[in-house]
């Protein structure tokens, strides 16, 4: 565990006692300490401040935190202790999890504003009270949106059990998703594995597309479907069941080729339709969508380069501009030219993977070894007298990669998470380019490299230092997608059975730029009378207007990383462009927050400017 590890898990047992994380001193006092350094190498400004007040303070909080004295001398040891202990504990509870005794649970419930969600979760909720339950729904108190925000996080901080409605409406918004993820990411962090999901499908039917994130942050969860009164009366007494049981199995799973299917049709190069039934817009775009457009030159540069041994594509570009989508493509004409192909994203990875170089390389063979449908074998191929990094190599070469008439591409989506685990970015990223140098050599084992061909998706720049000569991010094609321009926002109008000129385009670039998702959800809701023109224009920086959820989403996200907050609130309270710390700089603009501007920030859309100047001043 290095510095910033030791950083990201004292954060997280400090934000679960006290409901507050680290403030940026505390932080730099925390990494500081664990390098070795004295409190004037860490604040030369005022050291006896650092020590005597916050320092003082800090260790303090931890002490009650890990249940041990901690000292600057002793933090070290203690951490390391305390992980320890949260891993053992995570390892015990992977198969089946003991639920705490007393039998009164604490629920937090989140539904959708349309009828069937709150009426729906009303009644359940009033089935949950009789038994003894202690409910927490939304609150039809006024308040303000951080308030809201965080009586949230506190719902989930302090809950056993979080129940989500979902309807077909409700089932695209970006806040449900959110809920998920962070669910998911307090789960990791706590050795009760609280709070549980439970997601009521209203009317919502097993078959509906869901969006990529949704489907895999629902994977594990219990899941009951309503559209009958006899089902809503079955729903409330298994659920009534599942809180009386004391210990539980975790839900199986959908099989893994449910994740990133890619679904095929008559050919990719198919016109697409002048008008089409317009889609709501939820994360991957379909293959046969008639709202896809194409990024030029781009594309035809990646499916050039799939037929060439060896390849590694590498596509960058800020949250919801279209990579999955791209690489989705990408997959579909490399499988019609008969190579094997694995949608792969490491977003949905457990923290568990990344505690080590060799967790995170033996489930990175073993999810491919079974989204092919290959025994993996993996314990039994792992040598004890070869490295991790030999090892995968090894397994690549014997299982994957054996067969000449087959190629294998692998689409790696995500890979951001782990530039938040340096250590491990380094190896498992220099394995990557290890490989694909490999397949250049032009000697008989440089033609079973040659069949492995990469797509490697990241939303940011790469902010862990790599040594250049081991970098996958400077060899191979590199493609940064751009925003729409102002012709395929009309195109995009067209096939939405609009007939827009400039005085219509121009105005919803100024307001969202040519941002894929924003631009076609405007479409959408214009295209089917949802809402009118100028209603989109004066309510979409406001709570009730067509992006609210989209800016929650945003609001919540940076409460939760003060310090990504507080610069942000600097970009957009400045008229001209300002400097700001490269890592910080970096995550902003992989949120899609900003642009970047050589070593300047900016706001990225006047919709963010105006939202987020009125947020930060109040």
């Not at 631009?519 to 089917?528: K, M």
Request: proline share 6%.
């Amino acid at each position: 565990m290095n510095g910033r590890e030791a950083l990201e898990f004292i954060d997280r047992l400090v934000f679960d006692r006290t409901g507050k994380y680290l403030n940026d001193l505390e932080r730099e006092i925390v990494v500081g300490t664990w390098d070795g350094k004295k409190y004037e190498e860490i604040y030369p400004l005022n050291p006896q401040y650092l020590e005597k007040d916050v320092g003082y303070k800090l260790w303090k909080k931890i002490s009650l935190v890990l249940g041990e004295k901690v000292t600057k001398k002793k933090i070290k040891g203690a951490l390391e202790r305390a992980y320890q202990q949260w891993e053992i504990g995570r390892s015990q509870l992977l198969t089946a999890t003991q639920l705490p005794p007393q039998k009164n649970q604490r629920i937090a419930i989140f539904y959708g504003e349309s009828p069937p969600d709150w009426q729906v979760a009303e009644r359940l909720s009033q089935a949950l009270q009789q038994a003894g339950h202690l409910i927490d729904c939304q609150d039809e108190k006024r308040l303000s949106i951080a308030e809201e925000l965080n009586r949230i996080e506190r719902q989930l901080q302090q809950c056993d059990w979080l129940i989500l409605f979902l309807s077909p409406k409700s089932a695209n918004s970006e806040m449900a998703i959110e809920l998920l993820r962070r669910v998911k990411e307090l789960q990791e962090s706590r050795l009760n594995r609280k709070p549980r999901p439970i997601a009521i499908r209203v009317n919502c039917p097993p078959h509906l597309p869901f969006n990529y994130d949704l489907r895999e942050y629902l994977y594990g969860s219990f899941q009951y479907e309503l559209y009958t009164e006899s089902d809503l009366k079955k729903s409330i007494d298994n659920i009534l069941s599942l809180l009386a049981q004391t210990t539980f199995k975790k839900p199986s799973s959908p099989p893994d080729e449910g994740e990133n299917v890619i679904p095929t049709f008559s050919t990719i190069d198919a016109l697409p339709l002048p008008v089409a039934e317009p889609e709501l817009p939820s994360g991957q775009v379909r293959l046969a969508s008639a709202f896809y457009i194409e990024r030029s030159p781009q594309e035809e540069l990646c499916y050039k380069e799939i037929g060439t041994p060896g390849a590694l594509i590498r596509i960058k570009a800020p949250r919801q501009m279209g990579k999955t989508s791209l690489m989705a493509r990408i997959l579909y004409v490399a499988k019609d030219l008969g190579y094997r192909t694995v949608p792969l994203s490491f977003q949905h990875a457990d923290a568990a993977v990344f505690t080590s170089l060799d967790r995170l390389l033996k489930w990175f063979c073993s999810k491919i070894a079974r989204k092919l449908r290959l025994s993996d074998g993996i314990e039994a191929r792992w040598s004890d007298y070869f490295g991790s990094k030999d090892n995968c190599t090894a397994y690549f070469e014997d299982c994957l990669l054996s067969d000449p008439e087959m190629p294998l591409m692998l689409g790696l989506d995500e890979v951001d998470r782990v530039f938040q685990y340096p250590k491990i970015a380094d190896d498992f990223f220099s394995l990557l380019r290890a490989w694909y140098e490999e397949a250049g050599y032009g000697d008989t084992n440089s033609q079973l490299w040659q069949n492995l061909r990469l797509v490697v998706v990241h939303s940011t720049e790469v902010y862990v230092p790599l040594n250049v000569n081991q970098s996958p991010f400077n060899v191979g094609l590199p493609i940064e997608l751009p925003e729409f321009t102002s012709a395929q926002v009309s195109d995009l109008a067209r096939r939405h059975g609009l007939n827009w000129q400039d005085d219509r385009v121009e105005p919803l670039i100024a307001l969202v730029g040519g941002h894929p998702y924003l631009v076609r959800l405007a479409l959408y809701h214009l295209a089917q009378n949802q809402l009118s023109w100028e209603e989109l224009l004066t309510t979409a920086a406001t709570e009730a207007g067509l992006y609210g959820d989209h800016l929650r989403r945003h609001l919540w996200s940076l409460q939760k990383h003060p310090e990504l907050a507080m610069a942000f609130a600097k970009v957009v309270q400045s008229q001209e462009p300002i400097e700001l710390e490269s890592a910080i700089a970096f995550k902003l603009h992989s949120m899609g927050l900003v642009h970047l501007q050589g070593n300047l920030v900016v706001s990225r859309f006047e919709l963010y400017r105006q939202y987020f100047g009125e947020r930060f001043l109040q």
